[in-house]
């Protein structure tokens, strides 16, 4: 990592996402439907109390392939909000790796609410495809 990579940057680390009902995909083609799908592959842990709670805001943008995690130790009610953050995102709540909802946030006034032990944020339209009850693959944050 250089000087200016972020410690909790997963550098080559892939976002994951899979289809409920999918068998896992082992050495399939990436055009393949039943594959796996990548949602990013920058990803970047949010692994401190302030990191978790500056989140995106004030960054003007995030690039098309990026992820930002959240990790928490246990199942609670998780809310985000898009104070400061001057573009759509898709957020995406999980509990044991498992989607419970997702929601497009709107700039600046956006908010979701929902169960989970990890939250994603992701470009907006990049979890276009995910529904509850799709799994979703990250690097190990716990």
Known sequence: MTDSTPSNLSEGSRLRHRPAGSA???DVEEDDV?????????????DSTLSKARGLMFRRSIPDDYALVFPFENVDARTLHMLFVPFP???VWIVDGIVTRTKRLRPFVGIGRAR????????AGAADAVEPGDAIAFPETR
């Open 89 to 91: 995102i898709d957020a």
């Open 116 to 123: 989970a032990d990890t939250v994603i944020e992701l470009p």
């Open 34 to 46: 039943s594959a796996d799908r990548t949602l990013a592959s920058t990803v970047e842990i949010a």
């Open 24 to 26: 896992p995909s082992t």
